[in-house]
């Protein structure tokens, strides 16, 4: 019977299907993939899973993944709604080796009521997830998103959700045209007068407001809710606004506190928001003391608020101890934390996952505490979680770990994580005394050391390769026809088969003037190559254009430079690649396709390292 039911539900030719055509939140829902049509990303797979996410009316979404069952070409998953709120749907399919995400915009069902009639809130839903794409990886549509809204209002011309992002998203886009933001003005007036009695309605009238910068109608609803309602959520937005506009730190500190004393009832997220602009206040001040009793006082709901702030204080080195006590309790919070914390967007793994990311994080930020305050054994059992749990991602962290390893005199481990962070490019040079060190001692003698770290370095340059690789741009490279310091024109059609490195660059550039010797070398490495060709264009200059060539001559010969020179023209080749700043470097393949690109000037090893990489990828890569 299933079989004769999927045959009959793919009649019209669809890869997707879904059961019943109008569903209502009592309803069953039937979701078929035909991994047979002509269409399917997903063919011939052993096993499928639905990624669904349910919206709920004017909440956060559930994200939930189901296995489907298979019969023959077709996989289906029959799904119950979580909730009764649930007024849209959204889905994809995954397989063991390929996603269908229909182009990023997944698929999508509304819910109905029992007179065929959508919901109210499924549009909006729809709106928002095309204007923030969340965490979802769904394409972003502005215009989707406001033909989403309009129907929404259509459907439910009361719905203030939707008529307060409809007017935000008016303002935004209108280019400060005075026509567009007076007419939504006046609709924030009328809404004011129509549902002024409604705290939850005013308030999402008084966002815009504020948005609109409609001071008058705020102080109005100022005056009527301070009488009506002091503590509500109307009072408590439009303090909120006044405590983060102030731009006086001596004014803004009190008003923030002012605001937590009076709205204990605000959301974790507010609250979050009004603390972590204490902080920033007090640091504006520079404020130690202050800063030091904001560290016993205070404390975050979101765990990247401490991470953020962490940051910041291991760049000015004030308050080290303060806050690595300060950083104790969300990292018990994340030791304690369970599956059933989660929140419902996210899966178990995800949840998980994130975590393990977040306790290893700041179990980072502890150990570097720590060890800067000289606890080095205390220290490295916090370092040890931040690199099993992020496996090693930062090179500065991983480098602190080798040291307090060997500080510790875990040698073997100095020997293993050496080694490994070496392969993975995650290091900071000067951890290669510590692996020697560490290599004398566990094995008795230098011998071996240098093979091995030979082939640790093998194991790096391949891993940037890997990199590279996978970051190709490959898009055809605009033609260029430009002078050389001779007078000849260089054609970059007539440069077809060869590998093309070209600099752009000017003189009052000092990146530019720095980056030149090691520029210099990799041309000298490769001039006898006639695969490649190196160019180094010039643009941008601030002499007069009749003084330039002249000027730029100058410079190269006085340096010794001997690598060719074009001057860019008022054809702006440099605007053509979409250059921002300078030193810019590309890479163009044989083809004539842009394949790499590096901006600014990091050092000369790493700008030799960089060239050498590009030659060898497109040198060596097979069509």
């Known amino acids: 019977m299933v079989f004769v039911f999927t045959s009959l539900l793919f009649a019209n030719g669809s890869r997707v299907k879904y059961s019943p055509e109008k569903p209502t939140i009592?309803?069953?829902?039937?979701?078929?993939?035909?991994?047979?049509?002509?269409?399917?990303?997903?063919?011939?797979?052993?096993?499928?899973?639905?990624?669904?996410?349910?919206?709920?009316?004017?909440?956060?979404?559930?994200?939930?993944?189901?296995?489907?069952?298979?019969?023959?070409?077709?996989?289906?998953?029959?799904?119950?709604?979580?909730?009764?709120?649930i007024v849209y749907i959204t889905y994809k399919f995954v397989s063991e080796s390929a996603i269908d995400d229909n182009n990023l915009q997944w698929w999508d069902i509304f819910l109905y009521d029992n007179t065929g009639k959508e919901l109210e809130g499924g549009h909006y839903?729809?709106?928002?997830?095309?204007?923030?794409?969340?965490?979802?990886?769904?394409?972003?549509?502005?215009?989707?998103?406001?033909?989403?809204?309009?129907?929404?209002?259509?459907?439910?011309?009361?719905?203030?959700?939707?008529?307060?992002?409809?007017?935000?998203?008016?303002?935004?886009?209108?280019?400060?045209d005075t026509n567009v933001v007076k007419d939504v003005q006046e609709k924030l007036r009328s809404a004011y007068e129509k549902w002024k009695t409604d705290e939850e309605a005013t308030h999402y009238i008084a966002y815009a407001a504020d948005y609109a910068k409609m001071t008058g109608l705020l102080n109005v609803i100022r005056d009527y809710y301070s009488i009506?309602?002091?503590?509500?959520?109307?009072?408590?937005?439009?303090?909120?606004?006044?405590?983060?506009?102030?731009?006086?730190?001596?004014?803004?500190?009190?008003?923030?506190?002012?605001?937590?004393?009076?709205?204990?009832?605000?959301?974790?997220?507010?609250?979050?928001?009004?603390?972590?602009?204490?902080?920033?206040?007090?640091?504006?001040?520079?404020?130690?003391?202050?800063?030091?009793k904001f560290f016993k006082e205070y404390k975050f709901d979101d765990i990247y608020y401490y991470i953020n702030i962490g940051e910041i204080e291991f760049s000015n080195g004030n308050n080290i101890k303060e806050f690595s006590e300060f950083i104790d309790a969300p990292i018990d919070r994340l030791k304690n934390a369970k599956v059933t914390d989660k929140p419902p967007y996210m899966t178990e793994i995800t949840y998980l996952r994130d975590v393990d990311t977040k306790l290893g994080i700041l179990s980072a930020m502890k150990g570097r505490a720590l060890f800067e305050l000289k606890d080095t054994i205390n220290a490295l059992p916090y370092l040890d979680?931040?690199?099993?749990?992020?496996?090693?991602?930062?090179?500065?962290?991983?480098s602190l770990y080798v040291e307090c390893l060997f500080k510790n005199k875990r040698y073997e481990d100095v020997i293993n994580v050496s080694s490994e962070i070496i392969k993975m490019n995650r290091y900071v040079k000067g951890i290669e005394k510590y692996y020697e060190d560490a290599w004398v001692i566990v094995k008795g003698s230098k011998i071996g050391f240098d093979e091995k770290l030979k082939e640790d370095l093998k194991g790096r340059y391949e891993t940037i390769k890997r990199e590279m690789i996978r970051k190709k741009i490959n898009k055809p490279a605009p033609p260029f026809s430009l002078k050389d310091?001779?007078?000849?024109?260089?054609?970059?059609?007539?440069?077809?088969?060869?590998?093309?490195?070209?600099?752009?660059?000017?003189?009052?550039?000092?990146?530019?003037?720095?980056?030149?010797?090691?520029?210099?070398?990799?041309?000298?490495?490769?001039?006898?190559?006639?695969?490649?060709?190196?160019?180094?264009?010039?643009?941008?200059?601030?002499?007069?254009?009749?003084e330039r060539e002249k000027s730029v001559i100058s410079f190269i010969n006085s340096n010794n430079y001997t690598f060719p020179v074009l001057f860019d023209d008022t054809t702006r080749y440099v605007e053509k690649l979409g250059v921002e700043s300078i030193p810019t470097k590309f890479a163009i393949d044989k083809e004539g396709k842009v394949q790499f690109v590096s901006v600014g000037f990091n050092g000369d090893d790493e700008l030799i390292e960089e060239i050498d990489l590009w030659i060898d990828i497109l040198l060596n890569e097979k069509k």
């Open 485 to 546: 310091a001779k007078g000849n024109v260089v054609k970059l059609s007539d440069l077809k088969g060869k590998i093309v490195i070209i600099d752009f660059w000017a003189i009052w550039c000092g990146p530019c003037r720095s980056s030149f010797p090691s520029f210099q070398k990799s041309y000298e490495k490769y001039k006898d190559n006639k695969n490649i060709q190196f160019y180094a264009i010039n643009t941008w200059e601030k002499v007069k254009e009749d």
């Open 26 to 85: 009592n309803d069953i829902i039937s979701i078929t993939y035909n991994t047979s049509h002509k269409e399917a990303v997903i063919k011939n797979p052993s096993q499928m899973v639905l990624q669904i996410v349910f919206w709920k009316k004017f909440e956060d979404y559930i994200f939930k993944q189901i296995p489907m069952i298979k019969d023959g070409n077709y996989f289906t998953a029959n799904v119950t709604l979580p909730s009764d709120s």
């Open 385 to 398: 979680t931040y690199y099993k749990n992020m496996s090693g991602e930062r090179g500065d962290y991983n």
């Open 125 to 176: 839903q729809k709106a928002l997830s095309s204007l923030f794409s969340y965490d979802l990886k769904r394409k972003m549509d502005v215009s989707d998103a406001r033909k989403e809204l309009e129907k929404e209002i259509e459907l439910y011309p009361d719905n203030i959700f939707a008529l307060q992002t409809k007017w935000l998203n008016d303002i935004k886009v209108s280019n400060e």
């Open 228 to 292: 009506k309602s002091p503590k509500g959520k109307v009072i408590r937005l439009i303090r909120y606004f006044e405590a983060l506009r102030e731009k006086d730190p001596d004014k803004k500190i009190p008003l923030l506190k002012k605001y937590l004393e009076d709205f204990d009832n605000a959301d974790p997220q507010t609250k979050d928001i009004i603390i972590g602009n204490i902080y920033d206040a007090l640091n504006q001040k520079q404020d130690r003391d202050g800063l030091r």
